[in-house]
C-alpha cells in the first residue's frame, strides 16, 4: 500500500544533542510537510517543500532545518535540541498544491521526540 | 486570512448517542474543508472533506458532515457513538484560489462513556 513512513516511532536525545528524524513516502506526492504537535495542540507547520522549493514557516526557529534528497525523503534536523522541542513530529504529503483534493494531506504514525 | 473554530476542546458522549463535532471557518470565499482523526500516539486520517458539489459528505467509519455557507460551518456528525471513536478530531480549511497550506482547528477531544 501507498504510505508515508516515518522512523523511528520514538526518539530519545539529550539536550543540546543533534537528532535527525526520517520520512519516506512511496505515493509519489510532489509536497511534503513537517508538523511539531505539542500535547493537546493541533499541529504546527514548520516547513514544506513543494519539489525542491524549500519553504519556510516564519516563526519556524533556526535550530530546526530540513532536506529533501530526492522524491521520497525528507528529513528533519534538530541542531541542539532544548527541553522545549520535545514533542510529537509528524510528516505528511499532499500530490500537489492546486487546490482541493490535490492539497489533501497524507500523514505518517509520527515520531514522538524526548528530549533528556 | 482564513481562521478555523472548533468549539468545545472536549466532548463527551455516551455510546449510541449522536456525536456532533463543530467547526466554523473565517474565509472570503468558501474554502476547501477537511476532517481528520487523530488517535493515540498515530498521525492523521482523513474522514472526508468537501470540495465542491454536494454539500453533504459522507466519510469513513459512519461519519458525515455538511457545508453550510451561510452559516460558514462544517460540523461533523455520526449518529451512533462507538467506543472506538474516541480520538482527536481536527477540522482544516485551505484556501480555495490562494494558498493550499491547510490552516488547523485546535482539535475536539471526543470521549465515549459506555
Known amino acids: 500500500d501507498a504510505m508515508v513512513i516515518q522512523n523511528p516511532r520514538y526518539q530519545v536525545t539529550q539536550f543540546g544533542k543533534p537528532v535527525t528524524l526520517s520520512c519516506s513516502q512511496t505515493?509519489?506526492?510532489?509536497?511534503m510537510y513537517w508538523y511539531q504537535q505539542k500535547s493537546s495542540q493541533a499541529p504546527k507547520l514548520l516547513f514544506h517543500?513543494?519539489?525542491?522549493?524549500?519553504?519556510n514557516e516564519a516563526d519556524t526557529p533556526d535550530n530546526f532545518q530540513s532536506r529533501r534528497p530526492n522524491t521520497s525523503f525528507c528529513f528533519l534536523d534538530i541542531r541542539s535540541p532544548g527541553l522545549g522541542d520535545a514533542a510529537m513530529y509528524l510528516c505528511?504529503?499532499?500530490?500537489?498544491?492546486?487546490?482541493?483534493?490535490?492539497?489533501?494531506?497524507?500523514f505518517g504514525p509520527g515520531t514522538r521526540l524526548t528530549v533528556l | 486570512a482564513q481562521s478555523v473554530t472548533q468549539l468545545g476542546s472536549h466532548v463527551s458522549v455516551s455510546e449510541g448517542a449522536l456525536v456532533l463535532l463543530r467547526c466554523n471557518y473565517s474565509?472570503?470565499?468558501?474554502?476547501?474543508l477537511f476532517w481528520y482523526v487523530q488517535y493515540p500516539n498515530q498521525g492523521l486520517q482523513l474522514l472526508l472533506k468537501?470540495?465542491?458539489?454536494?454539500?453533504l459528505v459522507k466519510g469513513i467509519n459512519g461519519f458525515e458532515a455538511e457545508f453550510k455557507k451561510s452559516e460558514t460551518s462544517f460540523h461533523l456528525t455520526k449518529p451512533s457513538a462507538h467506543m472506538s471513536d474516541a480520538a482527536e478530531y481536527f477540522c482544516?480549511?485551505?484556501?480555495?484560489?490562494?494558498?493550499?497550506?491547510?490552516?488547523f482547528g485546535r482539535g475536539t477531544s471526543l470521549i465515549v462513556h459506555p
Open positions: 505528511a504529503t499532499s500530490r500537489d498544491r492546486r487546490g482541493g483534493s490535490y492539497n489533501e494531506q497524507f
Open positions: 505515493l509519489n506526492h510532489n509536497v
Open positions: 517543500y513543494y519539489d525542491k522549493d524549500f519553504n
Open positions: 474565509s472570503s470565499v468558501p474554502p476547501y
Open positions: 468537501y470540495t465542491t458539489g454536494a454539500t
Open positions: 482544516a480549511v485551505s484556501e480555495r484560489g490562494g494558498s493550499y497550506i491547510p490552516t
